[in-house]
Each structure stands twice: as C-alpha cells, then as structure tokens.
T-cell receptor
Framework: GAGVSQTPSNKVTEKGKYVELRCDPISGHTALYWYRQSLGQGPEFLIYFQGTGAADDSGLPNDRFFAVRPEGSVSTLKIQRTERGDSAVYLC????????????FGNGTRLTVT | GENVEQHPSTLSVQEGDSAVIKCTYSDSASNYFPWYKQELGKGPQLIIDIRSNVGEKKDQRIAVTLNKTAKHFSLHITETQPEDSAVYFCAARQSYQKVTFGTGTKLQVIP
C-alpha cells in the first residue's frame, strides 16, 4: 500500500518567509509525528499527534513553529519568519495506535533557507 | 528526558564480515527499541525492533540484543553485503510513543 507522503520534497525559501510542509500519513494510522534531521544527525522529535490533537509538542523549538492536523489525517507543519538555522530535512512518520506500533517515515522535505 | 548514545559513528567492514553497532539509553521506563536504516535522500526505514520483555531477536542476517540492567542494546549484521551500506539509527521509546533517536552510524561495506 501507499506509504507516508511528504510534499514538497524540496523547498527553498528566503529568510523571513513563511513555509508550509505537508504530510499524508498511511491510511488508518492515527498517530502522526514530525521530526527534524540536520546533516549528520539523528532525527530530532518536534511534535506528535494522536488523532486531531497534539499529544506532545515539547520538541517544537519556538513559537515560530506550529503544526495542525484538523481532520486527523493530513498534517501541515508551519514555520513563520524562517531563519537560516531552520534549514534541515523535515520528516513525517505515522503509526497505528495503540502504543507499541512502529513508526513509518516519509522521505522528508528538504528545507533550505537562504 | 531520554538520551540515546550510539557508537561508532562510522564503521567500515569487508564484505562478508560482521558489523556491530552499540547504543545506550538513559531512561529505565523505555520499553521499545527500534533500529532504522536510512539511505541517501530517503526517510529512515525500520529494519528490526525489540521490546523490553525480550533479550534477543533475530531476522535472517540481522539480530538485536537488549540488556535492560545495563541499559544498552546492539545491532548485529552478519555476512554483510554492499547493499547494507547506509546510515543506521537506534532509538528508544517510552509507552507514550515519543521516540528518541541516536546520532547514527554510517556503515560502509567494502566489496
């Protein structure tokens, strides 16, 4: 079946601009996660949704970052007033509930802030 | 919060030899330990996982061991092949589903 889909695959934006990154999880997966991966590093947790609500947003670095999942399926990660330090690969993953299901990752969106 | 350390950061082996990657975790409440393989330009892909009530798990050429007392777990790849070359990540998760990753091991299998 279809895996986790992330769009766009690449995004180049200028410092100060607003960007939206989209994630389509695997059908039927109620849990959705956003991670950020810098070059040479492991994925860093940002936020986790269970259904429509953010169950854990402790990884969001500051209030310029926000994520939504209004219907419990597609999620959008929004970054305001982008900075060069936001450049990274943003990964989305989904999993079945309950606890204990493996995470399935998309191929990520590579964000470059110039 | 949880902290996962991974060693080595790079590993080169001859084709056919074994490769071992080791990880330690800090939170004794972690109960699920997946391993992911990441190829260039792709997202991490789950290759094997182990739960805290099991000490060892094997799937063909891949095996994982877990020592809960020492809080460390390891990935073993036997009979390595060039297609095993990739970056491998260990991870740990508590029951509320937040997964913490290690810093990765770049494995190179030399033909």
């Amino acid at each position: 079946g279809a895996g986790v889909s992330q769009t766009p695959s690449n995004k180049v934006t200028e410092k100060g601009k607003y960007v939206e990154l989209r994630c389509d999880p695997i059908s039927g997966h109620t849990a959705l996660y956003w991670y950020r991966q810098s070059l040479g590093q492991g994925p860093e947790f940002l936020i986790y949704f269970q259904g429509t609500g953010a169950a854990d947003d402790s990884g969001l670095p500051n209030d310029r970052f926000f994520a939504v999942r209004p219907e419990g399926s597609v999620s959008t990660l929004k970054i305001q007033r982008t900075e060069r330090g936001d450049s990274a690969v943003y990964l989305c993953a989904s999993s079945l509930a309950p606890t204990g299901s493996p995470l399935h990752f998309g191929n990520g969106t590579r964000l470059t802030v110039t | 919060g949880e902290n996962v350390e991974q060693h080595p950061s790079t590993l080169s082996v001859q084709e056919g030899d074994s490769a071992v990657i080791k990880c330690t975790y800090s939170d004794s409440a972690s109960n699920y330990f997946p391993w992911y393989k990441q190829e260039l330009g792709k997202g991490p892909q789950l290759i094997i996982d182990i739960r805290s009530n099991v000490g060892e798990k094997k799937d063909q050429r891949i095996a994982v061991t877990l020592n809960k007392t020492a809080k460390h777990f390891s990935l073993h790849i036997t009979e390595t092949q060039p297609e095993d070359s990739a970056v491998y990540f260990c991870a740990a998760r508590q029951s509320y589903q937040k997964v913490t990753f290690g810093t990765g091991t770049k494995l190179q299998v030399i033909p």
